[in-house]
């Protein structure tokens, strides 16, 4: 009997011990998953607050961004064009260097591109039916930057047109740096280093570099003069604005270009800039540093109504101290940014509508 019993008993002893087991497993199985329900709210919970971040950090973004142009009123910022919307664009070191109103200068030299867009004024010239042409050469091999060639054209075109005066000789233009050094040198062995340094700039620091600059005179009855010594040839100085020229050298600035009165050598800038530097009597010196102190982008911004029928809206933007510079441009309008050689951009805007560039 009692072996009976304890046999009955350790039958019944697995039974309780299968039966906790099971228990056992049921709990571990159960907190397993309230485990993994637990670690997966957790998740989802910190997925949203990262949500929520970010979509905060997007916002903060977008406010700074709209924030960026300045909060002032449009009429004492212009015409307020950034307020209708803008864009940013980044700039290149290289592009410091490029552009209708790179500054060359002593201190300031020019940076050869790898590449440049030359056209020789021979072939470049128009031919009338005559055989007329609106100007002369001093020879077969001298060249321009294509666009400035095409204004060149149309200036002396239209002054020849008007008044059948066919006597304007350009006597250089572009220059590498190896022939600016022969004139150098030329005219040190000459006249002295001292008297050179009056007239011709250091090989590498003159603006014939930049194929934007040449050397204009008058050649008529078998003599060269200069355009102020004719009177029908003035037109030019009056007129040479209107296609984006500027008289470079004015006897009056020499202290501030460290040039001495050059009566023929004429730079192209650019309509708007060459308007008003004309209008306002100032060299490109004066001018750059007009725009760089009184009219940069976070600043009162320059607007004027030129004589092409254009209105312009003109700021300044340095440059950055390393790396690519940002700036602001408003959408919706053309314009144009060049570098000025030396620390930062110029951002030209025609306000009078048309499609950005």
Same mark, same amino acid.
């Given at each position: ?171 250089? +233009? ?21 008297? +050179? ?121 340095? +440059? ?38």
């Amino acid at each position: 009997m009692n072996n009976g019993y304890r046999a009955w008993n350790r039958g019944g002893g697995r039974s309780r011990r299968k039966r906790r087991q099971r228990m056992m497993k049921t709990v571990i199985l159960s907190l397993i998953v309230a485990l993994i329900i637990a670690a997966s709210v957790i998740f989802l919970f910190t997925l949203k607050r990262l949500g929520e971040n970010a979509k905060d950090k997007e916002t903060d973004i977008l406010k700074e961004t709209e924030t960026i142009a300045p909060e002032t009123n449009p009429e004492d910022t212009a015409s307020g064009i950034l307020k209708e919307g803008f864009i940013t664009k980044k700039l290149t070191e290289k592009q410091l260097h490029e552009g209708d109103l790179i500054l060359v200068r002593s201190g300031a030299p020019y940076v050869f591109p790898e590449e440049t867009d030359l056209k020789d004024l021979y072939t470049g010239r128009k031919k009338y039916e005559n055989g007329a042409r609106a100007y002369q050469i001093s020879s077969t091999d001298i060249e321009l930057d294509s666009f400035i060639l095409s204004k060149l054209n149309e200036m002396t075109e239209t002054f020849f047109e008007l008044t059948g005066e066919g006597g304007l000789l350009i006597k250089s +233009a572009y220059r590498s740096y190896e022939s600016q050094k022969e004139i150098f040198d030329y005219r040190v062995e000459r006249d002295g280093k001292e008297e +050179a340094l009056k007239y011709v700039a250091l090989p590498g620091e003159s603006e014939h570099h930049t194929a934007m600059a040449f050397d204009m005179s008058v050649y008529k009855d078998g003599a060269n003069t200069y355009i102020e010594d004719e009177e029908e040839y003035l037109w030019i100085y009056e007129n040479a604005h209107k296609y984006g020229f500027v008289l470079r050298y004015p006897e009056s600035k020499a202290d501030i270009t460290g040039i001495a009165y050059e009566a023929w050598h004429f730079r192209y800038v650019g309509v708007p800039h060459a308007y008003y530097m004309y209008k306002e009597g100032l060299v490109l010196e004066e001018y750059l540093e007009l725009l760089k102190n009184e009219h940069s982008y976070d600043g009162i911004h320059l607007t004027f109504d030129a004589d092409d029928g254009n209105s312009y809206e003109i700021y300044y933007v340095p +440059a950055a101290d390393k790396g690519e510079t940002e700036i602001i441009l408003p959408s919706g309008y053309e314009y144009t940014v060049s570098g000025n050689n030396t620390d930062g951009f110029i951002v030209t805007v025609n306000i009078s509508g048309g499609e950005e560039q």
